[in-house]
């Protein structure tokens, strides 16, 4: 049989394969590297950055719950400086391609980042991080409204030539409106899904188990409702999409590959088997020689609807 081959390709940019990690899952530099060879990566994507340093919600931050986890961190981070004079430089000596994660306050915050990262040859792409669910109070605003997706997403793609990806979840007012606004605002890619809103409760104090109250709700508990998005959104719209949420095994990569995925992305598992990243790709490599699938572009968006479905197509 012929060599498999695993690159995809979004945009102008080709990976070499289709396994990366979710934002705020595998830190911003060295962490995981006993665990995971980075140059095997189809991309690393970082910690979200915010402009300036933050320093997250108070504790406690995180609560295990049945296969999942809820968190509520705060995006909590040192700023772009740091990250451009601090991070970048080890970043940069990783052979693969680098997405970096931003997050602002608004559609001019955005820019004055933006600017910044499009100077860094090492930054492949840009990914706008504009769901995440455990803000509070002042500073950081995410947009719920597709008017205001609509120019965060134009005022980005107008001032980098860069790569430009949107992080989008379930949470954000009407979803389909707002990924379709965000296309048609220049992005050239969706990550799906960020985490969704849930809590837990410590019945014996009568508190919640995380200071913040509610937090994103991440794991093999979400993965059913992302790879519902994945697939409708990909029936709905002519864009590559980054399938996450819940992904443990090659086994649910394949499925969100399947449903039209371009590329995947570890999160929640990497905290629980460091090394998922590899054994994802390494799975998957294997599956696709014992069913003689020879390429990405043909297991992608393979998936065989029943007859009564197609019928209404």
């Not at 995006?75 to 052979?95: F, T």
């Not at 600017?115 to 930054?123: N, S």
């Not at 609509?150 to 389909?176: A, Q």
């Amino acid at each position: 049989m012929s060599k498999i081959n695993l690159s995809v390709k979004i945009g102008k940019v080709a990976f070499k394969n289709p396994v990366t990690v979710a934002s705020g899952t595998f830190g911003n530099t060295n962490e995981y590297e006993p665990y995971v060879d980075f140059s095997r990566l189809g991309a690393f994507v970082t910690k979200t950055i915010t402009l300036k340093k933050r320093v997250g919600n108070p504790m406690p931050r995180i609560a295990e719950t049945p296969s999942g986890m809820l968190n509520a961190i705060g995006l909590e981070n040192k700023g772009l400086e740091d990250y451009v004079e601090n991070k970048i430089p080890y970043l940069a000596k990783i052979k693969t391609h680098l997405i970096t994660s931003i997050a602002a306050s608004g559609p001019e915050e955005f820019v004055k980042m933006v600017k910044v990262l499009d100077k860094q040859k090492v930054v492949t792409a840009i990914e706008l991080n504009l769901s995440c669910p455990n803000i509070r109070g002042k500073g950081i605003q995410f947009a719920k409204h597709a008017e205001e997706v609509g120019r965060i997403v134009k005022s980005v793609r107008d001032n980098t030539s860069k790569l430009l990806i949107t992080k989008l979840s379930p949470e954000m007012g009407n979803f389909f409106e707002i990924a379709e606004i965000t296309v048609k605002s220049g992005t050239q890619a969706l990550s799906l899904i960020n985490t969704i809103k849930g809590m837990a409760i410590d019945v014996y104090k009568r508190k919640p188990r995380i200071s913040n109250v509610t937090g994103g709700l991440s794991g093999p508990a979400i993965r059913p409702i992302a790879l519902r998005y994945v697939y409708e959104v990909k029936r709905m719209l002519d864009i590559p999409v980054i399938g996450m949420g819940g992904i443990a095994n090659w086994q649910d990569a394949a499925e969100f590959i399947i449903a039209g995925a371009h590329m995947v992305a570890t999160g929640t598992v990497n905290f629980v088997t460091p090394r998922a990243s590899m054994d994802v790709l390494e799975g998957l490599e294997d599956y696709m020689k014992r069913t003689r699938v020879h390429s990405m572009d043909e297991l992608r968006g393979s998936l065989k609807l029943p007859e009564h479905i197609l019928k209404y197509e």
